[in-house]
């Protein structure tokens, strides 16, 4: 089946601009969770969902991010009035139970 | 809250040589235990998990990992690596219980000279 998929694959935003980043979970699965990677890190948590219902955003840097999961599927990302620190791989991840997590591509965003 | 500490940022080896990839974690629970692999412009992959059970885990891609408890380890092994094997690999810690929400270490790149 389909994997985890993340759109656009790449974005170049002035600063000051609001983007939003995409993600398709593999169907099904109930938890769905957004990563930010800054360049050799690993992948530092933002949010997680079970199935629309936002459960923690404890790592959501400031309260320029704001995710959403309306019907318990697809889900956004979306960073207003971005800034150059926000330039980073934005990974999201769906899990159908309590262990292994699915990764899409990421998006990498580039902050100008 | 736990945490994971990946020692080795980077870790050259020479092809068809063993290699250890060295993660320790602390918790105040019991955890389940994770290694990724991700491949350039491509995102995590598993390699391999442990969740209860027999310490010794066997991944994909010939990798295996032993769970120590006793000195919170869980260290990534290959006995004989290939160049396709250079990525960068990542551990990771969930506390069960909760929402088992995973911690990553900063990674390790693996690279593997012919």
């Known amino acids: 089946g389909a994997g985890v998929s993340q759109s656009p694959r790449y974005k170049v935003a002035k600063r000051g601009q609001d983007v939003a980043l995409r993600c398709d979970p593999i169907s099904g699965h109930v938890s769905l969770f957004w990563y930010q990677q800054a360049l050799g890190q690993g992948p530092e948590f933002l949010t997680y969902?079970?199935?629309?219902?936002?459960?923690?955003k404890s790592g959501l840097p400031s309260d320029r991010f704001f995710a959403e999961r309306p019907e318990g599927s697809v889900s956004t990302l979306k960073i207003q009035r971005t800034q150059q620190e926000d330039s980073a791989v934005y990974l999201c991840a769906s899990r159908a139970g309590y262990n292994e997590q699915f990764f899409g591509p990421g998006t990498r965003l580039t902050v100008l | 809250a736990q945490s994971v500490t990946q020692l080795d940022s980077q870790v050259p080896v020479f092809e068809e040589a063993p290699v250890e990839l060295r993660c320790n974690y602390s918790?105040?629970?019991?955890?389940?235990l994770f290694w990724y692999v991700q491949y350039p412009n491509q995102g995590l992959q598993l390699l391999l998990k442990?969740?209860?059970?027999?310490?010794l885990v066997k991944g994909i891609n010939g990798f295996e990992a032993e769970f120590n408890k006793s000195q919170t380890s869980f260290h990534l092994r290959k006995p004989s690596v290939h160049i396709s094997d250079t990525a960068e690999y990542f551990c990771?810690?969930?506390?069960?219980?909760?929402?088992?929400?995973?911690?990553f270490g900063r990674g390790t790149s693996l690279i593997v000279h012919p």
């Open positions: 918790s105040s629970v019991s955890v389940y």
């Open positions: 969902f079970q199935n629309e219902a936002q459960l923690d």
């Open positions: 442990y969740l209860s059970g027999s310490t």
């Open positions: 990771a810690v969930t506390a069960s219980g909760g929402s088992y929400i995973p911690t």
